[in-house]
């Protein structure tokens, strides 16, 4: 069986080196099948590599003498630091040799590079970020939460298709439902995009449009499928972030109140650890920038171990799977 190669850009995150090997090692243990091509500095790498006592045939050494930070403008710095982790990881999927690129840098420099160096798939207007969002039922997908704030009705039934295709493929929903998030369930309402795309969305045939979502209802697990424009996805994505991480110390504070509710905690420890699982972020992957001729997934600045071993799994799905393959003729001419 050919390996799946996955290129990983060690540099650009929140706590470099380290924890992206560590999460690269868990997910090697895991996986047989999987090879990686790590993009970095090639010191720390083998620092690492001997550190945690990794089978150095599966891992594939690419030395960056260069770097792209939070600071540098995103398309100024795809185009003048070619030798920098993260361009030379993208070229890996560009060139064949990767099926996936893996980033937890620049956003911007993740989003212009997937575009430049890897480029579109035919037909694709937009390349949408699409991360996985928990709710009380199944997880939902959120397309697009940041890579375009001003896109187009006919970009968002494009997004809608890539959703579907994702959904169906990767978290095995048959015939999923798709919804646009709006301010209210009529039709009638919402701003000019919304109102553009939604006849857009009823005509179209290859997906399982339900109509208009509303955002208290998304965690109830209303669609599989949220389509929007970037701003609305990004806002959406980052309070929700924000509201479960402030849920999460609320519990962990009334359940440490006093000597009562301690015992009640360590009682319900095992339940409420199981329950709480099912929300953690890092278990869910990354953000893939979906319609690119090849597969780049977009984790989180803070990533740690985690989060890198979770997006490895998932580029590994996501191309056993052939979902980039799926879009692509889904696409082919435009359609």
Do not use: W
């Not at 929903?173 to 701003?191: L, S, T, W």
């Not at 095992?270 to 597969?295: C, H, I, S, V």
């Amino acid at each position: 069986m050919e390996k799946i190669k996955i290129a990983v850009d060690t540099l650009g995150g929140d706590y470099g080196c380290e924890y992206m090997m560590l999460g690269i090692s868990e997910a090697l243990a895991e996986y047989d099948d999987v090879d990686i091509i790590v993009t970095g500095k090639e010191d720390e790498i083998r620092k690492y590599l001997t550190e945690y006592k990794m089978d150095e045939s599966r891992i594939t050494i690419i030395h960056a003498s260069e770097e792209i930070t939070c600071h540098d403008s995103p398309v100024e710095a795809i185009r003048k630091k070619k030798d920098s982790s993260l361009v030379l990881a993208l070229n890996q999927v560009k060139e064949g040799n990767a099926m996936a690129c893996i980033s937890s840098g620049n956003s911007g420099a993740i989003l212009a590079g997937g575009q430049f160096i890897v480029g579109r798939a035919k037909g694709v207007k937009r390349t949408p970020l699409a991360p996985l969002i928990p709710t009380l039922t199944t997880p939902s997908l959120l397309i697009d939460c940041g890579a375009n704030v001003d896109a187009k009705a006919e970009n968002l039934v494009q997004f809608a298709r890539m959703g579907s295709i994702y959904m169906e493929n990767i978290e095995g929903v048959k015939n999923p439902r798709v919804g646009i998030i709006n301010i209210g369930a009529e039709d009638e309402k919402g701003n000019a995009l919304v109102k553009e795309t939604i006849p857009l969305l009823r005509e179209c045939k290859d997906i399982n449009f339900i109509g208009s979502v509303e955002s208290r209802d998304i965690p109830n697990g209303v669609a599989d499928v949220l389509v929007c424009e970037a701003f609305v996805g990004n806002a959406m994505l980052k309070l929700y972030e924000g509201v479960g991480s402030m849920f999460m110390a609320e519990i962990k504070s009334a359940l440490m109140t006093n000597f009562k509710t301690k015992i009640g905690a360590a009682l319900i420890n095992k339940t409420l650890k199981k329950t709480l699982k099912k929300y953690k972020a890092t278990d869910k992957g990354g953000a893939p920038l979906l319609g690119l001729k090849g597969l780049v997934v977009k984790i989180h600045g803070n990533s740690k171990n985690t989060e890198m071993s979770s997006a490895i799994a998932q580029c590994r799905s996501f191309i056993v799977n052939d979902v980039t393959g799926k879009i692509v003729t889904a696409f082919e001419g435009g359609e």
